[in-house]
């Protein structure tokens, strides 16, 4: 007959899967942070260079494709290509981090809604993601927290 002690003992198989669930629990949160804002930064930024690299073909995309309601293509293209440029810079760096992922859910919703409807799976990556950032900050690694600890400790 086996002892309490023996019997409370996990197997080799459920002792190998709590040593590695117990690793993943010990993954800084700030990494995760980090791969979250350089991955949804990247979609973004390279949408944005892609709009500037021909700029007809873009206010045609948004005169015939995208058609965003109440805005102008003459007047969406600049404002979303200037979004996409600049908030996944910020994303990037850590400045402004929760400040920066608003203009980039708008244009989540916006394009789930109007534009690319059937592309929910893609989009709710991406609002994963910000809200991810959005809730828990930037991280340790990143000009927010940097600035913070310099002010606070000042």
Do not use: C, N
Not at 74 to 90: C, G, N
Not at 114 to 137: C, K, N, Q
């Amino acid at each position: 007959m086996m002892s309490d002690a023996a019997a409370a003992r996990p197997t080799g198989l459920v002792h190998q899967i709590d040593r590695v669930r117990a690793a993943l629990e010990a993954t800084p949160l700030s990494i995760v942070q980090l791969l979250a804002r350089l991955g949804v930064g990247a979609v973004f930024f390279k949408s944005g260079l892609t709009k500037i690299a021909s700029w007809e073909f873009t206010l045609m995309l948004f005169r015939d494709e995208y058609r965003v309601p109440l805005l102008p293509p003459e007047l969406a293209a600049p404002i979303a290509t200037a979004t996409e440029l600049s908030m996944p810079v910020l994303l990037v760096l850590g400045l402004f981090t929760r400040l920066a992922t608003l203009p980039l859910l708008g244009m989540i919703l916006v394009i789930q809604l109007f534009v690319y409807p059937d592309s929910w799976a893609e989009h709710l990556t991406w609002l994963a993601l910000l809200l991810l950032i959005l809730t828990r900050g930037p991280g340790a690694i990143s000009l927010d927290r940097i600035i913070s600890a310099a002010f606070f400790r000042a």
